[in-house]
C-alpha cells in the first residue's frame, strides 16, 4: 500500500461532444467537422464527404447518444466516484454556422442542463471550449484555422458561453491537443482545413505554412480568451491542453540525442512554451526557416499571447515513442503521431506502447519547466473488449494499465510535482476520433453500439469499473498495491 494523492485531487474522466453526444442535427445544432467522416479502422482511413450522404454511416452522428442519456451516464460518473468531469462544448450546438448574429438557445440549455446535473452529483465540470470540433460551415468559408477571421468568431462563442455558465463552470481548457497542429495529420483534426476536401483523411494534404499559420491564430485567440476571462470571471481557471508524445532518442548517438530534442520541441514545448510563457520560444526563428515558414503576426497579436498565459497546464499521455537517425529504427502505430518502436515496451492492441515510467517523467520535465500546476486530463488504453458467458467484461488488462499509471503519478508528486488532477479518457465507450470505431474501447463503461451502427446503446460496469472506484475512494492508495 502506498501514499494517498493530495487532499482535495480531482479523479475522474475525460470525454469529447463530438464523440458521444450524438443528436448531430437535433435542437437547431449545425453540423461540425466530425459529422463529415465516415467510419474507418488502422487499416481503413476514415474518409471526408463534403455533403452529407443519408446512404453512409457516420459514426459520430449518434455518439453513444450522450445527449439523451446524460443523467444516466452522470450518475454512473457519480457512482465511481468521480469529482471531476472533462467534457466539450459543441460549438456547433451554441451558433450552428459559427458567425450566426445570435446563439441557438436549445443548445445553451442543453448545458444548462448537464452542468447542472453533475454539481448535483457533486462532480466539477472542466470544459473545453474547442475539441476537435467547429461548425462545418466555417471550413466551407475559411477553411478552418488558415485564417484569421476565426480569431474573432471564438472569442465571441467564447464569451457566449462563459457569460452563460459563469455561476457553473469554474475549469476551462482553450484548445484540445493544440500541438497536434504542428503535423500535417494533427492539423486536420485540430485546425479543420478541409475546404472542399473529399476521399480518405490521410490523403489530405496541409503545408507547414498552413499549420503554423493556423496555430498562430488559435493562440492569438487562446490569450484573447484568456485575459477576457482573467479581466471579467475572476474566479474562472483557465488551461492549455497538449498532446504529450514523450520520445527517446533511439541511441546514445550524439545524433540521435540532437533529432529527439528536435522532435520533443516541435511535439511538445512549442505551444506549451507559447501559452505558458507568454511567447514564441527561442528556436522557433531557425525552425520557421529551415521549414519555409513566414509568419503573417499582425499588430498586438504578441501582446494577446503575452497577456493571455494560462493558469495551469493540461496535458494527454498515452505512450512514448523513440527518435533515430538510423535505419533500423521501426515505426509504431500512435496518437495522431507515428515514432519508432520501443523493444523494451509493450502494446496495445492498437499498437500503442504502454510506458507508465514515462508518464512520470513527463510530469517532472513539464512541471520542471513551467512551475505552475498540472492535469493528466486523458489517459487510457483502446482495446477489444467481449461481454463473457456470464454477462460481464473482465478487463484486467485495462487494470492493470490503470494502477501502474496512477503509481506512476504517486512517484511524481512524491518527486516535487504540483499535480492537481487526472481524468481517464473515455470513461465510458465512445466513437474513435482518429479512426472512428467503437470496437476501440476505453471505457469503464461498456456501451452496446457497434461499428455497423447496431446495438441498443445499453451500457454495462466493466471489472475497471470498480476498480477505479476503489482508487478513487482511498485517494489513489488502491492504485499503488
Known amino acids: 500500500m502506498g501514499k494517498a494523492f493530495p487532499k482535495g485531487f480531482y479523479w475522474g474522466g475525460a470525454t469529447a461532444a463530438n464523440q458521444l453526444e450524438g443528436a448531430w442535427n437535433v435542437d437547431g445544432r449545425g453540423a461540425s467537422v466530425d459529422d463529415h467522416f465516415l467510419g474507418g479502422s488502422v487499416s481503413t482511413p476514415r474518409e471526408i464527404t463534403i455533403d452529407i450522404d443519408p446512404d453512409r454511416f457516420y459514426p459520430n452522428h449518434d455518439g453513444i447518444d450522450f445527449y ?35 446563439p441557438n438557445e436549445a443548445g445553451l440549455a442543453f448545458y444548462d442542463r448537464v452542468f447542472d446535473c453533475l454539481r448535483e452529483h457533486d462532480i466539477e465540470p ?7 470540433e467547429m ?3 466555417l471550413v466551407e468559408k475559411y477553411n478552418g484555422w488558415e485564417s484569421r477571421e476565426l480569431i474573432e468568431l471564438f472569442e465571441r462563442y467564447c464569451a457566449t458561453v462563459f457569460e452563460r455558465y459563469k455561476d457553473k463552470v469554474t475549469y476551462w481548457l482553450t484548445f484540445n491537443e493544440i500541438n497536434c497542429g504542428t503535423s500535417e495529420m494533427g492539423a486536420l483534426f485540430e485546425t479543420s482545413m478541409i475546404r472542399g476536401f473529399e476521399g480518405p483523411a490521410s490523403k489530405v494534404v496541409v503545408t507547414p505554412q498552413q499549420c503554423f499559420q493556423a496555430l498562430h491564430h488559435q493562440f492569438v485567440a487562446s490569450g484573447r480568451v484568456v485575459r477576457l476571462a482573467h479581466e471579467k470571471y475572476p474566479q474562472f481557471k483557465i488551461g492549455n491542453m497538449e498532446c504529450f508524445i514523450l520520445s527517446y532518442a533511439a541511441t546514445c548517438d550524439p545524433a540521435d540525442i540532437l533529432a529527439n530534442q528536435a522532435e520533443m520541441r516541435r511535439m511538445n514545448w512549442y505551444c506549451g512554451d507559447v501559452q505558458v510563457r507568454g511567447h514564441y520560444p527561442s528556436y522557433a526563428k531557425r525552425f520557421w526557416r529551415e521549414n519555409g515558414i513566414e509568419l503573417d503576426i499582425h499588430e498586438g497579436d504578441l501582446d494577446d499571447i503575452r497577456e493571455g498565459t494560462v ?5 494527454s499521455y498515452y505512450m512514448s ?75 484486467d488488462y485495462r487494470i492493470a494499465y490503470l494502477k ?69 475512494a482511498s485517494n489513489g492508495v488502491e492504485g499503488l498495491d
Do not use: C
Request: glycine content about 10%.
Open 126 to 132: 472542466l470544459v473545453t471550449l474547442s475539441h476537435y
Open 404 to 472: 501502474k499509471h496512477v503509481a506512476a503519478m504517486a512517484e511524481a508528486i512524491d518527486d516535487g510535482v504540483d499535480l492537481i488532477g487526472y481524468t481517464w479518457w473515455g470513461p465510458i465507450d465512445l466513437v474513435s476520433a482518429g479512426t472512428g470505431e467503437m470496437r476501440k474501447r476505453y471505457g469503464f463503461i461498456y456501451v452496446d453500439k457497434h461499428d455497423d451502427g447496431t446495438g441498443d446503446y445499453s451500457r454495462l460496469k466493466k471489472d475497471s469499473f470498480y476498480a477505479y472506484q476503489k482508487i478513487i
Open 321 to 395: 515513442t523513440i527518435v533515430g537517425t538510423h535505419d533500423d529504427v521501426e515505426m509504431a502505430q500512435g496518437n495522431m503521431t507515428f515514432g519508432g518502436k520501443n523493444p523494451y515496451l509493450e502494446s496495445t492492441d492498437w499498437g500503442w506502447q504502454i510506458d507508465p515510467d514515462g508518464l512520470r517523467f513527463a510530469l517532472n520535465e513539464i512541471y520542471d519547466r513551467y512551475q505552475i500546476p498540472l492535469m493528466v486530463v486523458e489517459n487510457g488504453m483502446g482495446a477489444k473488449d467481449e461481454v463473457t458467458s456470464d454477462g460481464k467484461i473482465h478487463d
Open 68 to 102: 439523451h442519456r446524460y443523467e444516466e451516464d452522470i450518475k454512473l460518473f457519480a457512482e465511481m466516484g468521480f469529482n471531476m468531469f472533462r467534457l466539450s462544448i459543441s460549438w456547433s450546438r451554441i451558433f450552428p454556422n459559427g458567425d450566426d448574429e445570435a
Open 135 to 137: 461548425p462545418y460551415a
Open 311 to 315: 493558469d495551469f497546464y493540461t496535458f
